[in-house]
């Protein structure tokens, strides 16, 4: 088992309460945009016929690309949520697989790690 640490639990859980704000407000506009350009699309389908091909082409690249990237924010979502629920348990900035100290650093950079660097690298989340 690792060592106890002292980590300013409060610190972190303002930021990681912070940054789900953030993701959620970034979803919600990502979200918005995605279904916004679907009536678009729809639109110039029925008002030009030859151009909405071309539109409705790039259209359908820009919302694959929103959804993969509406796909890593829940991801993200989840992990800061799962963080929040490590700090209750007392578990946070432990990894969650191996149970070694995940690093300050990395902690700071990522407050939403709930793996060391290792571990995640092999389990390739
Ligand atoms: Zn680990």
Do not use: H, W
């Amino acid at each position: 088992m690792a060592r106890k640490r002292k980590l300013d639990i409060k610190k972190y859980k303002k930021r990681l309460e912070q940054q789900r704000q953030e993701l959620r407000q970034e979803l919600r506009a990502l979200e918005d945009q995605t279904s916004g350009r679907d009536r678009l699309s729809k639109q110039v389908a029925t008002e030009d016929f030859d151009e909405a091909g071309g539109d409705a082409a790039a259209d359908a690249v820009v919302r694959s690309q929103n959804l993969v990237i509406i796909e890593n924010l829940r991801d993200m979502v989840d992990s800061v949520n799962e963080a929040l629920r490590m700090i209750e348990k007392g578990t946070y900035g432990v990894c969650e697989v191996c149970g070694k100290n995940i690093p300050k650093k990395r902690l700071q950079a990522l407050p939403y790690a709930t793996m060391c660097t290792d571990c995640r690298a092999r389990t390739g989340r």
